[in-house]
Nanobody, 116 residues
Framework: QVQLVEYGGGLVLPGGSLKLSCVASASIFSPYAMGWFRQDPGKRRALVAAITYYGTTNYADSVKGRFTISRDNDKNTVYLQMNNLKPTDTALYFC??????????WGQGTQVTVSS
């Protein structure tokens, strides 16, 4: 069964923190690089952080130094710790293989809203 379930989003003040989690089915998760993507209304989904199966990470410039991606391979789970959040981080966040495209299977995502 193919599954991607993201959770942990919410409403947070600027400067605040959130930790997102994503549970994936084994067929999606292992042994692939995973990523967190975000999408603003009317815009394309964009990769903001990625992690290889063995833990090498990469970040978009817009989140570097503020977001940290990690994974637990025993639990088929990938995380995104987001600190010092800005209103521009407001988006619907998704996880998937780092190489996923518009034709890939996607979960429902989790909404992050940064607002005072």
């Amino acid at each position: 069964q193919v599954q991607l379930v993201e959770y942990g989003g919410g409403l947070v003040l600027p400067g605040g923190s959130l930790k997102l989690s994503c549970v994936a089915s084994a067929s999606i998760f292992s042994p692939y690089a995973m990523g967190w993507f975000r999408q603003d209304p009317g815009k394309r989904r964009a990769l903001v952080a990625a992690i290889t199966y063995y833990g090498t990470t990469n970040y978009a410039d817009s989140v570097k130094g503020r977001f940290t991606i990690s994974r637990d391979n025993d639990k088929n789970t990938v995380y995104l710790q987001m600190n010092n959040l800005k209103p521009t981080d407001t988006a619907l966040y998704f996880c998937n293989r780092a190489g996923a495209n518009a034709d890939s299977y996607w979960g429902q995502g989790t909404q992050v809203t940064v607002s005072s």
